[in-house]
């Protein structure tokens, strides 16, 4: 920030030269004064700023949670100077990105901050791309009227907004579903009946439902425990999201608009997230749209992966894994090889 | 094509985005402010600064120097053109048409107010140089003419007209850029003017300077005062991009600049009112003394004794002599010091040669002094056994040129023994056989000389040399010693065709050659001298007619033959350039001439100098044809140098001609012609104008006549009003274009629904001009329905029929998505035309007025 402001510095201090060399050789005395002028002229504005930057409110929001790829995403920005003083020159550095698309471009914005006012500055988005869209602020400097001093406030900001794929028109195909043990024991679970048979009590794992965990017997046994129904052996849905290739943009949407079909149907899923730095699987009950989102929101944060192994490693990870919907780009590829996960 | 270039970077940023946004899946779209930038206010407030810029600098000068002025009329037009040049960044297309009406406005007024405002501007320089006069005690300073007389019109005129170029300059550094350095240099510079003689403005203007400068300096320095007439109304920032940047600055910001303006000038008035005590103390330059105060000084006493060309000299030229050197001297720079302190008696009115510098051999720009021949520059004095007249004349050397001696012609005796004497050839024995009665005039003491002072100081006596229709034989010259001239003095550069080629045109241009003809013809050598005596009037009569007189002709360019450039480009010089070019055009047909520099002393000078003796005992033997003559002492000043030629003539000797023609009134001309600015730069010198030139000009100059006092306000204001009304015409016009424009485009591109409409709006606009329709936005139907009732009785009938197909196909091509056929418009076009033309004389009928 000093760098930036060392071009002023020169400039002043060369207009300070200038007056003061033409004081001496030529005696003037409107020179004098602004030789005087030029001198005092520094202080005041850096006291000056100071003073008023003390009262300087400011903030950034943005009120939407989520939104679909071709939308605005808005910003606001607002700057509150109760002081009589304005501030002319507040900067704001700041960044954004598609967390799949990697830019490092940095915006910096220049506002007045206009003495007794509030104003507001909305920083409009567009987005054409599904992921999460990450606003951050990294600085915001208040810099003195004649550009000598830079006041650094502190102002770290991020603001995260998942865009969300668009919804493409399909028809649900014939998936196949995974192998059960007994045919007759399927049933549909409709949203909000998951109140079947239990199969038994296990203790708790970091990602089950807390809706799932018997209180009861979690409260006399002194630890959590977590029920277990018998539909999950029903379970003949998993869908294997692969974030490979270049067509990560039409396997977002092609996995949204199947889980929303799915759900609309009434068929609840499993969503297996890769997590390729500790070659590990995450597996996600779908029950809902809202879980829907949460395993997209989740797949998100997982980088690209170059191999296309990703079922390989699923498979070899978890042998008994079988009815594995994988999608790739906008395909879908069914394992035939039904089975109970 | 402007329009086209803004399109085309609108065009170029929404590329870029759209690149951005399939390259990231994310870019940032126009920023968006709840308070759009009020650009009538950030105008208002440009226009104020612009305002107090210039009335400080304008109002400061005066001020300074006290001159009378309207203080309500200029600032008063100063604040209504700040105003004006403000808004010119209010938009596109003020900024174009404004700039357009602003430059007929001013050159109108300019040549309306030309008298006034040259007078003014001429009355501001006389002030300025009177003051700086006395400030550095100069011996003279240039003074000029000013026409009309009541300074207290002209100089209001004057600065009010000075201050709208001021408010035009100050819109570009202030609206246009915000720059504090170019502001400052075009405000203080000027202010250096009183400032550099210790004069200071008054407080108020200094106040206004400085507020200004702080407001620019601080809003310069933000990025938020940008707000240009290229962007859009609704654009409130501005995108910079950068490798690896992108810069968002806020346009502008109307309330921070109020408030800094206020805050400016609230402290700048603080500021100076606690240190004003710095002008009032002996805080000045008057007595410092320093290397680069004095250069300072001695350039501004340059530049106000002998103004800006001076400078452009390539070598010094301050008067005096220049030994033959010619081209390097843009204009002439006299100090005005006394060069020779001249005792004599005046024998007649014509100018007395005092000869130092001959140059024989001209090359390089430059007449050589060449001594290889054994008479030099010798000059042999006629011989006369019974001249009626004999003169001494006492020379000091004060500061001219020392090598030299300065000895009038038909000098026979000088008390100087040194070489370069005139009297070479011809020994004093002889002298003083031949002048017997003129050596007693020595027997009288010689004046007292001051030895601190003086150079050198000599005494001569001379036979009075005046000019004659013809010369008597002179025993003196041999037929060597004429011989001897005709083998050095005819000699011209052989190497430059292009200056033998214009000493040719000149000689036949000027009749020379068939005058030439009879010299080389004559038998006799009276003969001959008549002849060459034509030939001399003859060029000098060419030279006046064809070629003009200035001290300040500017310099030869250095590739260039000093005569030749002279001759055939420049066409106006001063002595040197007459003297030279004579002496090569006599050369080339034959007259052995010579170059000669030295001191004139002219009748006006004796008649300023010092009556030292009534009694001219002494100094004067014979008759004298100026009885009433005493003994002056003149101080011959370096701004008497000159340069003339001498002319051999057969028999007699070398005749001195001065081939310089007087100044003449051209100047005066060529500043109407020139016009404008040629007027505010140029200072008419004093002996250039003339009762008839002013009465020409300006009929009743004293003032009383109505015209004459409110003139100057009553024709720009007129000029004003007709050059509004033909705006409001070329605007009216270029609306009608648009929409023909658009009808064609339509058409073109076989939208012919949008064509129709697109006429249909602008007949609608015309009926709502004249009619009350039922709503502000109605509907096909009711405006036929309006139509048909209103021309009713003057509807042609088949008119009438077709209304109901053209209000169907009026709704087809308004809400349709299917295009009316190019027959349908073509009809239905010229129909509405008809119910136009139909509506246009049922109205008049009616008597109709617009609304």
């Not at chain 1, 929101?297 to 990870?317: A, D, G, K, M, R």
Request: glycine share 4%.
């Amino acid at each position: 920030m000093i760098r930036k402001n060392l071009p002023f510095i020169i400039s002043y201090a060369l207009i300070l030269l200038c007056n003061l060399l033409g004081a001496i050789f030529y005696r003037q005395s409107f020179l004098a004064v602004l030789l005087l002028l030029c001198a005092i002229l520094p202080p005041i504005s850096i006291a000056l700023t100071k003073h008023a930057l003390l009262t300087l409110r400011y903030d950034a929001i943005c009120t939407i949670q989520n939104l679909e790829a071709g939308n605005n995403v808005l910003i606001t920005f607002h700057l509150n100077n109760p002081s009589f003083l304005p501030l002319l020159n507040c900067q704001i550095d700041f960044t954004f990105e598609n967390l799949y698309f990697p830019n490092k471009t940095l915006h910096t914005l220049s506002l007045p901050a206009e003495p007794k006012r509030e104003r507001f500055f909305k920083l409009p988005f567009q987005t054409s791309m599904a992921g999460m869209f990450v606003f951050t602020i990294h600085t915001l400097c208040i810099t003195d009227y004649l550009h000598i001093y830079t006041f650094s406030l502190p102002f770290n900001k991020e603001i995260k907004i998942p865009v969300l794929p668009k919804e493409l028109d399909l028809t649900l195909p014939a998936i196949p579903k995974a192998a059960a043990e007994d045919e007759e024991k399927i049933t549909n679970h409709q949203r909000g009946t998951l109140s079947s048979e239990i199969l038994q009590l296990r203790e708790y794992r970091p990602g089950d439902r807390l809706q799932h965990i018997h209180w009861k017997m979690s409260a006399k046994m002194d630890e959590l425990l977590v029920k277990e129904f018998d539909y999950s052996l029903d379970l003949h849905y998993l869908l294997l999201p692969e974030l490979t290739g270049d067509q990560v943009q039409e396997m977002f949407s092609v996995y949204y608009t199947l889980g929303r079909l799915l759900l609309k149907k009434g068929e609840i899923f499993k969503t297996a997230i890769y997590h390729p730095t500790d070659h590990t699987f995450t597996f996600l009950d779908i029950i809902d749209d809202e879980s829907l989102l949460q395993s997209l929101y989740q797949l998100y944060y997982e980088p690209i992966v170059n191999c296309s192994s990703i079922y390989e490693q699923l498979c070899f990870i978890y042998p008994i894994s079988a009815g594995v919907v994988r999608i790739c780009g906008d395909q879908l590829i069914f394992d035939k090889v039904g089975g109970a996960l | 094509m402007i329009a086209n270039l803004f399109q085309f970077q609108a065009k170029k940023e929404a590329r870029i985005r759209k690149e951005e946004l399939n390259q990231f899946g994310v870019v940032l779209g126009d920023i968006q402010t709840d308070v759009i930038p009020n650009r009538f206010f950030i105008c208002i407030i440009r226009g104020l600064l612009i305002f107090m810029a210039s009335l400080g600098t304008i109002g400061g000068i005066a001020s300074a120097f006290e001159l009378p002025f309207n203080f309500l009329l200029v600032s008063l037009s100063l604040l209504i053109f700040s105003m004006y040049v403000a808004f010119l960044y209010y938009n596109r297309i003020t900024f174009y048409i404004g700039y357009i009406l602003l430059f007929v406005i001013f050159t109108f007024s300019a040549f309306l107010l030309y008298w006034y405002i040259n007078s003014g501007y001429q009355a501001f320089w006389n002030c300025v140089f009177e003051q700086y006069s006395d400030y550095f005690h100069l011996s003279y300073y240039r003074e000029s003419t000013e026409f009309i007389t009541d300074r207290y019109i002209t100089l209001s005129v004057t600065m009010a007209f000075i201050g709208f170029l001021y408010c035009i300059l100050l819109n570009i550094t202030i609206s246009g850029y915000m720059n504090l350095t170019e502001t400052f240099l075009l405000t203080f510079l000027p202010l250096q003017i009183p400032l550099y003689i210790d004069r200071i403005p008054q407080l108020p203007y200094l106040i206004m300077l400085l507020s200004v400068y702080i407001a620019v300096l601080i809003l310069g320095r933000s990025t938020h005062f940008q707000l240009s007439y290229k962007q859009n109304k609704k654009q409130s920032f501005l995108c910079r991009r950068k490798k690896g940047e992108q810069q968002h600055s806020y346009l502008s910001s109307g309330i921070s600049m109020l408030t800094i303006s206020i805050y400016s000038v609230v402290f700048g008035t603080v500021f100076l009112l606690l240190t004003s005590v710095i002008f009032y103390s002996n805080f000045n330059g008057k007595y410092v003394s320093n290397v680069v105060k004095n250069t300072t000084d001695e350039y501004v006493k340059t530049y106000i004794q002998n103004g800006i060309f001076s400078f452009l000299n390539r070598y010094e030229a301050t008067g005096g002599l220049s030994r033959g050197k010619l081209g390097g001297v843009s204009s002439i720079t006299p100090d005005y010091e006394t060069d020779l302190t001249v005792t004599f008696v005046p024998y007649s009115s014509d100018s007395i040669y005092l000869r130092a510098y001959t140059g024989m051999l001209y090359e390089n720009n430059l007449f050589e002094h060449v001594y290889s021949d054994r008479y030099n520059d010798s000059y042999l004095p006629y011989v006369s056994q019974s001249s009626p007249l004999y003169g001494r004349m006492s020379v000091i050397n004060m500061g001219a040129d020392d090598v030299y001696n300065y000895y009038p012609y038909e000098t026979f005796y000088t008390s100087l023994d040194a070489p370069g004497s005139p009297i070479t050839g011809f020994t004093l024995d002889q002298a003083k056989d031949n002048y017997t009665e003129a050596f007693t005039l020595l027997s009288v003491p010689a004046t007292d000389i001051d030895s601190e002072e003086a150079l050198s100081s000599y005494e001569v006596l001379y036979l009075p040399y005046q000019e004659q229709m013809s010369y008597a034989h002179n025993s003196s010259i041999t037929q060597d010693y004429e011989d001897s001239v005709y083998a050095c003095y005819l000699q011209v550069p052989q190497n430059s065709s292009s200056l033998l080629d214009t000493l040719d045109t000149i000689c036949e241009d000027a009749g020379l050659l068939s005058l030439a003809e009879d010299a080389a013809n004559a038998k006799t050598d009276s003969e001959q001298q008549a002849a060459r005596l034509a030939i001399i009037s003859a060029l000098k009569r060419y030279f006046a007619v064809n070629y003009d007189y200035t001290m300040a002709p500017g310099t030869t360019p250095r590739d260039y033959d000093f005569v030749d450039y002279f001759l055939s480009v420049q066409k106006r010089g001063y002595c040197a350039h007459f003297a030279a070019s004579s002496a090569l055009i006599l050369r080339r047909i034959g007259i052995p001439t010579r170059y000669v520099e030295g001191y004139m002393i002219t009748m006006s000078d004796v008649l300023n100098a010092t009556v030292i003796d009534s009694n001219t005992d002494g100094w004067i033997a014979g008759k004298l044809t100026m009885p009433d003559s005493g003994l002056v002492e003149v101080d011959v000043t370096d701004a008497s140098a000159h340069a003339w030629i001498e002319v051999y003539l057969d028999g007699y000797g070398w005749i001195p001609v001065d081939m310089t023609p007087p100044s003449d009134d051209n100047v005066l001309a060529g500043n109407e012609l020139l016009g404008l600015l040629s007027g505010f730069f140029t200072t008419a010198p004093r002996n250039n104008v003339t009762e008839e030139n002013i009465e020409i000009v300006l009929p009743a100059q004293d003032g009383s006549s109505f015209s004459t006092t409110f003139g100057f306000i009553l024709r720009p204001l007129v000029t004003l009003f007709v050059c509004l009304i033909l705006l409001f015409l070329c605007i009216a016009l270029l609306v009608q274009c648009k929409k023909q424009h658009q009808v064609k485009v339509l058409l073109r591109n076989k939208n012919y629904s949008a064509a129709l409409v697109l006429e249909y709006r602008t007949m609608l606009l015309r009926l709502k001009r004249y009619m009350q329709l039922p709503y502000d936005h109605p509907a096909v139907s009711d405006v036929i329905a309006c139509l048909q009732s209103f021309i009713a009785p003057d509807l042609a009938p088949d008119l009438a029929s077709q209304l109901p197909s053209l209000e169907r196909i009026l709704q087809k091509a308004a809400f349709s998505n299917s295009q009316i056929s190019q027959a349908d418009y073509i009809n239905y076009s010229s129909l509405l035309h008809s119910l136009s033309r139909s509506f246009r004389a049922a109205s008049k009928n009616k008597g109709l007025s617009h609304k």
